[in-house]
């Protein structure tokens, strides 16, 4: 038997013709069946890469479950069915409740008297009833979005558009890619470089596919949203595993456009479970107890973001630094208008469609013209500025970037200090304008 047929019936629909697209990039790499052939990277590299890399994240993290259940299906593709069969039963033994280790356990003895033609696919599975069927058809979808995500991984080394900038005081940063049922952590690093990823864990989410629009609706939201707390199990009911952390949908922007519903959070499961299949929630984001553990001390209520897409923009080093100038030299335009007193100049700045909680663009002008009628002098700084470019999709036609910063206002007859959030978005002439300004 050759066992890489057994990974490429497994995942045939996905791994089979996996491109992987570099946005303004001379490069498009195919992952094409399994073992892998890459354009870029010659099989033999390419395997070899994918063995050093699950190695090194085990060594560091030796409990890491979906590391080692990887490794016994590389190792099941190299034909070593000795050492596959040893270290799927250390991995049981280390998570009893992963029951897909157990149907690729089966898999590995089944592997001797009969031929294997993927996860979960042998005559003895076959007799199962509907229900039963169901399930293992749950495994082999979790299987396929673990292995295609790792193999992705190795190779596409680029920058999710949607994180532009951290502050100072946002630290972290999580980017969901629904399409991979993929979360990924970012920290922010110094000297105005781009985020880097420090770790990524396979996600459950809504029944229904789909960016959420109305209660009850089962499909998990698209937008950029942040951590606004953290519950702990004592207060939750057992299916939310160690705890959650809730985020703020609806935001502003979900308002506007009626959207409806809540009581979307980021959570563990039940402990009787290892990990849920890939569309299995109510609309929240669920990880494993152990993925949720390991992140728990990253995600700070009030600050940490929570990107979620359905699918990552990737771009490359040099467009996000453009994009990213572009962006903040939009906002300091503003900034440097507003303190000019020129309140004509400043009131350019706000799109035609700018709402607030209370204003429409019409109001607000009224407002802030009367408002500058009284003003001598005004100084206006501007700090600690996080930005986040919205998901795409097909309702919504411009892009908006989602701006967090302090802000110290001083004038001759008044004074603040505030934290403030802007959606600025991109119109006519590719101009950056304010559509939405608020606390």
């Known amino acids: 038997m050759k066992m890489s047929k057994y990974l490429i019936a497994s995942f045939f629909y996905i791994i089979f013709s996996a491109t992987l697209q570099a946005a303004d990039e001379k490069h498009s790499e195919t992952l094409i069946a399994f073992g892998v052939q890459q354009a870029l990277i010659p099989q033999s590299q390419f395997n070899n890469n994918l063995i050093k890399e699950l190695n090194l994240k085990i060594n560091d993290f030796p409990k890491d479950s979906e590391a080692n259940l990887l490794k016994v299906l590389f190792e099941i593709e190299r034909g070593d069915f000795q050492k596959a069969l040893g270290d799927v039963n250390k991995l049981i033994k280390q998570s009893p409740n992963f029951h897909l280790a157990y149907l690729i356990r089966g898999d590995i003895l089944l592997a001797h008297a009969q031929m294997i033609n993927g996860v979960g696919s042998n005559s003895y599975l076959k007799t199962l009833n509907t229900e039963q069927q169901k399930k ?74 789909g960016d959420k629009f109305k209660k009850g609706d089962l499909r998990t939201p698209e937008g950029v949203y942040f951590i606004t707390s953290w519950i702990p199990d004592a207060k939750l009911p057992e299916k939310y595993g160690i705890g959650a952390f809730p985020v703020n949908y609806p935001n502003e922007l979900d308002i506007k456009l009626g959207k409806t519903g809540y009581g979307i959070w980021l959570h563990g499961m039940q402990r009787t479970f290892f990990s849920r299949p890939p569309l299995d929630s109510e609309g929240c984001v669920v990880l494993s107890n152990n993925d949720l553990k390991k992140i728990q001390h990253l995600l700070v209520p009030g600050t940490t973001p929570v990107v979620i897409t359905e699918n990552i923009d990737w771009i490359s080093e040099k467009n996000w630094f453009n994009l990213q100038r572009d962006v903040i030299a939009s906002i300091n335009k ?33 407002r802030k013209r ?30 908006i970037v989602v701006v967090r910063l302090k802000q110290d206002y001083k004038s001759n007859n008044f004074s603040s200090d505030m934290e403030k959030r802007l959606y600025l978005q991109k119109e006519a002439n590719n101009q950056w304008r304010i559509l939405y300004e608020g606390k």
């Open 370 to 399: 009367n408002i500058a009628k009284y003003k001598t002098y005004q100084k206006i700084t501007l700090s600690d500025v996080s930005l986040f470019l919205y998901p795409s999709n097909k309702k919504k036609k411009n892009d």
């Open 136 to 209: 293992i058809k749950q495994f082999q979808n979790e299987t396929k979005y673990r292995l295609r995500s790792y193999l992705e991984k190795i190779v596409d080394k680029r920058i999710p558009k949607q994180l532009l900038q951290l502050s100072a005081s946002t630290k972290t940063a999580i980017v969901i890619d629904k399409s991979s049922h993929r979360l990924y952590v970012y920290k922010r690093q110094n000297n105005n470089l781009p985020p880097k990823l420090v770790d990524d864990f396979y996600i459950s989410t809504g029944k229904k596919q």
């Open 334 to 366: 503003w900034r440097e208008d507003w303190q000019s007193m020129n309140i004509e100049k400043y009131l350019s700045h706000y799109s035609s469609d700018f709402f607030t909680s209370s204003h429409n663009v019409k109001s607000w002008k009224i």
